[in-house]
């Protein structure tokens, strides 16, 4: 057991048991596996919360021996967890990792992996519940999920509270199309509730903090909607370029990485209904409705709801960097965006007429994502004199990374023998109150799908109802190729155009940050 243990942990593992459990991950030499899904279980084996018959099996096309994939684990740990490796612990999960090697399309393969699962199940001489994790590129996803069906793993437990789950990685579709043809291979296999699909920014402690923060105080939620707010910006902002992955980013882009999934969950958890209850469903009941009171983008060559640029070279954190179109695998004639701005309007009573800005980008300022709620400037004309009033719109502001927390900002008068105003913050930081070594998402998420709680995770129609959004835009920029594709220096905030969809309305972006 951890010394370190996390007050919120206290008491926790009672309430959130996991049965007992075969993990198999498909992926397993890749780099999410290593970077967070190896360190993900080892810290809830630190905090008690990995079930008494724990057994991971990781699968891969290459033959890794047991005992190498367990040092690779050891050493992934060592790099990448957020807490040491401990002594103690480590050996009890480590005996209960191996690998097996077979291709993704290979029945055989599938059959064996089934053997082995069983010869598990045998030994620990109880029932155990299958968990697959498809940490794979989704070229593969369809013969996985085939022959998780065909083998007759994705059926295993079935009718008992041990149904074999699968969880999927993103991403989830290219288009709605693909979505859906997505769903129906899954569907084929798995009933919805055994299926997990996964946005690791559900996970986020700031995020889950929304439902608490709307729903459990009693101030925000009558000044919630159009006659206090004047508009919310949502920004997921990084400051690193594609790097090494510019092959894989340049046939993803902005909008299809981040827009999509990330940004439309914090959409839809800001602007939902209250649910009936905390339950998985009434929550992604919620989330759906909201997602279809959302007006379809106007698409206009001369500006509409969207816009979206590429980087050029510039300075970013003191270093010169260089443009899209020079990095490493990108097609100098690419049309991918690096950066994408959009405005959408919620069509029901809470919102309508309230404006939701949502951007994403690479090589920005800063790396950060944060949900800024911006409510209307006080009626009256007491403070109007700008050489002494220096007034800013009350923000609310949910930082989600860096630095966790949430940002109230006021006006409020400075000291002095004169009224004179000055914006001020009042801030709540995570690890001020709660200390630094909060869980990461993927714990969350990993547990709760052992448990069976699929609050966290995206259900099908939610995710087609974001693509039929989505879909018209990005065949739309398509059919456009370079054209109407900005751009915006390395170390900015993006292109100007970004700057005009906010204009319209007379707001402006936030300096996004704490
Ligand atoms: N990495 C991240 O930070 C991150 C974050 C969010 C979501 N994701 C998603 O998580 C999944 C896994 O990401 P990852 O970064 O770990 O991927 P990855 O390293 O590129 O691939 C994972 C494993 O899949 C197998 N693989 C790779 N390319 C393949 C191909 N063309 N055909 C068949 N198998 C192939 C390889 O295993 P073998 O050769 O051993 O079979 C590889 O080690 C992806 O869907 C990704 O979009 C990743």
């Known amino acids: 057991m951890s010394e370190e243990r996390h007050p919120f942990l206290q008491g926790l593992s009672k309430h959130r048991g996991a049965p007992p459990t075969v993990i198999v991950i498909f992926g397993a030499s890749g780099d999410l596996t290593a970077r967070k899904l190896i360190p993900a279980l080892y810290n809830l084996g630190l905090d008690n919360l990995l079930p008494g018959d724990f057994h991971l099996i990781g699968y891969g096309r290459k033959p890794i021996p047991d005992a190498e ?22 050996p009890h999960i480590k005996k209960n990792i191996s690998y097996h090697a077979g291709g993704y399309d290979d029945p055989k393969a599938f059959e064996e992996l089934r053997e082995k699962c069983l010869a598990i199940e045998k030994e620990a001489g109880r029932d155990l519940q299958f968990l697959f994790y498809i940490s794979t590129p989704p070229s593969v996803f369809k013969p996985i999920l085939e022959n998780l069906g065909s083998s007759g793993l994705a059926a295993h437990g079935k ?59 009693s101030i925000f939620e009558p000044i919630w909607n159009r006659n206090y707010v004047d508009c919310v910006q949502i920004t997921v902002a990084e400051d690193l370029g594609v790097g090494t992955r510019g092959g894989y980013y340049d046939h993803s882009g902005a909008t299809r990485d981040m827009l999509q999934n990330h940004t439309m969950q914090l959409l839809a958890l800001t602007a939902m ?38 980087y050029s070279e510039g300075i970013i954190n003191g270093e010169k960097a260089p443009g899209y179109l020079e990095e490493q695998d990108i097609p100098q004639e690419s049309a991918t965006e690096t950066f994408a701005a959009l405005r959408f309007h919620i069509n029901n009573w809470r919102w309508q007429g309230v404006p939701f800005y949502l951007r994403s980008g690479k090589r920005l300022a800063r790396r950060v994502s944060e949900i800024a709620i911006q409510f209307k400037q006080p009626s ?26 949430t940002t109230l900002l006021m006006n409020s008068k400075i000291p002095g023998l004169e009224t004179r105003t000055q914006p001020v913050k009042m801030h709540f930081r995570y690890s001020t109150t709660f200390g630094s070594n909060t869980p990461e998402a993927y714990e969350r998420l990993i547990l709760d799908a052992m448990v069976g709680d699929s609050t966290l995770f995206i259900r099908g129609d939610e995710t087609e109802t974001s693509w039929k959004l989505y ?13 109407g594709l900005d751009s915006y220096q390395c170390g900015s905030w993006g292109p100007l155009s970004a700057d005009r969809l906010l204009w319209e309305n007379k707001h402006e972006w936030r300096r996004a940050g704490p």
């Open 471 to 483: 879909t018209p835009l990005l065949e739309y920029w398509e059919s456009c190729g370079r054209k």
């Open 69 to 90: 994939f367990q040092d690779k684990s050891e050493k992934d740990i060592g790099q990448f967890s957020r807490r040491p490796l401990n002594s103690d612990i480590w």
């Open 159 to 217: 009718g008992t509270n041990l149904a074999s789950k699968v969880i999927i990685e993103k991403p989830f579709g290219r288009d709605l199309a693909t979505a859906m043809e997505l769903n129906q291979i899954i569907t084929n296999q798995f009933d919805e509730k055994q299926v997990y699909r996964i946005d690791h920014y559900l996970g986020k402690e700031t995020v889950q903090d929304l439902m608490v923060l709307r729903f459990a105080n």
């Open 273 to 310: 209904e209250a649910p009936v209850s905390l339950s998985a469903e009434d929550i992604r009941n919620e989330k759906v409705k909201l997602l279809k009171s959302i007006q379809p983008l106007k698409l206009d060559p001369h500006g509409g709801d969207a816009v979206r640029a590429q």
């Open 380 to 405: 009256g004309s007491l403070f109007t004199d700008p050489s002494r009033f220096d007034m800013a719109a009350n923000t609310l502001v949910i930082q989600i990374q860096p630095d966790e927390g």
